[in-house]
T-cell receptor
Framework: AQTVTQSQPEMSVQEAETVTLSCTYD???????LFWYKQPPSRQMILVIR??????QNATENRFSVNFQKAAKSFSLKISDSQLGDAAMYFC???????????????FGKGTHLIIQP | DAGITQSPRHKVTETGTPVTLRCHQT?????MYWYRQDPGHGLRLIHY???????DKGEVSDGYSVSRSKTEDFLLTLESATSSQTSVYFC???????????FGQGTRLTVV
């Protein structure tokens, strides 16, 4: 079974600064997907960024980027120019690519609470 | 808006009573999932469906059953609710070939 570990229960950053959230995972598979989800106080789960394991290039979405280290099984999220609206719980998640990648669902880490200091 | 609706959004029920949560989608996605979210645990998969009448267990399926009699609806049933099932429940949907899952707004269930 796969496991996802987020070792930082809480992080704090000054507005406009850069912060990196850590995620490690354990799997015996070679083909999979990794995700970062954001959950603001509204409780809605919002996809921030995704990474396919077969792609060496790190994914980027505007101010959000990842550092994907497949051999180390590490998948960190970097948020640049932090904004007050970035304050939320952030979850790292894994999904196998077998069976079309749908049947197994997502395995989540326990989350990191990100606080943005004005 | 991914066309996914959970009902009810909030529910308080007594220990030992049956409870059914509904997930409804309008996008005709093949895959549907039920997760529960608890402090310190993130989200954990309860059950999932890969088609009408095709379901399987997830990580924390004990005490829960599901049914999917039509593509758009995925029901989660707690046959006899217990206080340990107090949680926030999320439904998610995903289409074949897509990497992204879309989540509903969640249902906060309190068992007293």
């Amino acid at each position: 079974a796969q496991t996802v570990t987020q070792s930082q229960p809480e992080m704090s950053v000054q507005e406009a600064e850069t912060v990196t959230l850590s995620c490690t995972y354990d799997t015996s598979e070679s083909d999979y997907y990794l995700f970062w989800y954001k959950q603001p106080p509204s409780r809605q789960m919002i996809l921030v960024i995704r990474q396919e394991a077969y792609k060496q290039q790190n994914a980027t979405e505007n101010r959000f980027s990842v550092n994907f280290q497949k051999a180390a099984k590490s998948f960190s999220l970097k948020i640049s120019d932090s904004q007050l609206g970035d304050a939320a719980m952030y979850f790292c998640a894994y999904r196998s690519a077998r069976s079309g990648g749908g049947a197994d669902g997502l395995t989540f880490g326990k989350g990191t609470h990100l606080i943005i200091q004005p | 808006d991914a066309g996914i609706t959970q009902s009810p959004r909030h529910k308080v029920t007594e220990t030992g009573t049956p409870v059914t949560l509904r997930c409804h989608q309008t996008e005709n996605h093949r895959y549907m999932y039920w997760y529960r979210q608890d402090p310190g645990h993130g989200l954990r998969l309860i059950h999932y469906s890969y088609g009408v009448k095709d379901t399987d267990k997830g990580e924390v399926s004990d005490g829960y059953s599901v049914s999917r009699s039509k593509t758009e609806d995925f029901l989660l049933t707690l046959e006899s609710a217990t206080s340990s099932q107090t949680s926030v429940y999320f439904c998610a949907i995903k289409s074949t070939g897509s990497t992204e899952a879309f989540f509903g707004q969640g249902t906060r269930l309190t068992v007293v």
